[in-house]
């Protein structure tokens, strides 16, 4: 049974990564302009993390959220890294891909007592009375390598059942976790009953592996997808005629993927899309998955994600797509506004 919380998520919410300068800094103004547009928008769903400038993202979203009813809105953070006092660090110098002045350093703790501690401290940084969702963030191989055995160990014999007891409890509405890998999803499904992954870059205009077994595993478990990433974290916004450096997947775009994207820029251009308004409509046709949450770092770009939505998309082009091998044949697709 899914969580009716979760199924009640819109299918649009802020990403709110960018609120802790990841890559470039931007003003505590600028950041409480993004929140404000959204707003205004109508995005009533937030996601953000105590990694997410090592505070700074929950310090502002907090800041640009309390004028507004609690009961209005819906709020995800993560839980698993600890943020501890750094006075060595040279805290002027890019930090995790953040470029933040907060002056702290990452623990992970994915135990019964780090869940709680994170809770607490994420209700504090946030200065908001309740949290909606918590995410349990980056436990995996790809972040934690060889050690993600030892924290997969402090999860089941403890960090779970902090999870469980502050859903149970009525703290919080859900709980899941946010994470680059479905397999580490995969693996979760087994051993405990979660509402929501959120799930980034791994079901996107440019990779669908999840369509088989994992997507279908998630239904059957009851659980929904929050879409991190749909733009793999630039190139499917930008696109590759820009110049400048192209991102995918939070570094330098490898030469076969801006191929790949050149060739879907194409076929945008023969139907007249935007490459973005594709990236943005194509993983909500799947049943699974509830809600896209781009990350934004501008005001201006609320508006432009608006008309992205709403873009007509004819079904000529998911299946010219489909046919060129550029999309999985079995990929539901949004559909066609011929
Ligand atoms: N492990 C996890 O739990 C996890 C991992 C990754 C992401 N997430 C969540 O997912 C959210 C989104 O991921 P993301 O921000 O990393 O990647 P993303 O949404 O795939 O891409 C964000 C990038 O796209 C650009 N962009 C957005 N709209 C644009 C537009 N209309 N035109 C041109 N460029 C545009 C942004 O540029 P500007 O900055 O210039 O606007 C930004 O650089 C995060 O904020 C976070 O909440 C979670």
Request: hydrophobic share 40%; aromatic share 8%; glycine share 10%.
């Amino acid at each position: 049974m899914v969580a009716a919380f979760v199924g009640s998520l819109p299918s649009l919410g802020l990403g709110c990564a960018s609120l802790g300068n990841l890559y470039r800094p931007i003003t505590r103004d600028e950041a409480l302009a993004i929140v404000d547009a959204a707003w205004d928008a109508g995005m009533r769903y937030f996601d953000t993390a105590p990694y997410y400038g090592l505070g700074l993202s929950e310090r502002r979203l907090g800041d640009a959220l309390r004028k507004q009813k609690r009961a209005d809105y819906m709020l995800s953070t993560k839980v698993g890294r600890l943020l501890d006092p750094d006075t060595a660090t040279d805290i002027a110098a890019e930090r995790h891909g953040f470029v933040t002045a907060m002056p702290f350093k990452v623990r992970y703790d994915y135990s019964y007592d780090g869940v709680m501690r994170s809770y607490e401290a994420s209700l504090h940084r946030l200065g908001l009375a309740r949290i909606d969702i918590l995410l349990v963030h980056d436990i995996g191989v790809v972040t934690h390598g060889a050690d993600n055995q030892r924290y997969l160990a402090d999860l089941w014999n403890g960090g779970y059942r902090a999870l469980d007891e502050l859903r149970s409890s009525g703290a919080i509405s859900a709980i899941g976790l946010g994470v680059n890998e479905w397999q580490a999803c995969a693996d979760a499904m087994e051993k405990g009953r979660w509402d929501c992954f959120l799930l980034a870059g791994r079901y996107t205009l440019l990779e669908q592996e999840p369509l088989y077994g994992f997507l279908p595993q998630c239904e059957a478990h009851g659980a929904k997808i929050i879409l991190g990433g749909a733009y793999n974290s630039g190139i499917l916004a930008t696109g590759t005629r820009r110049g400048g450096e192209l991102h995918y997947n939070y570094g330098p775009a490898p030469q076969s993927i801006i191929d790949r994207v050149t060739r879907i820029e194409e076929i945008c251009d023969a139907h007249n899309v935007a490459l973005a308004a594709a990236a943005l409509q194509f993983p909500l046709a799947h049943s699974v998955v509830q809600c896209v949450i781009p990350g934004l770092g501008e005001a201006r770009r609320v508006r432009q994600t608006e008309q992205l939505m709403s873009q007509a998309i004819p079904s000529a082009f998911w299946q010219q797509l489909k046919q060129e091998g550029l999309l999985d044949i079995e990929a539901p697709v949004p559909a066609g506004r011929d």
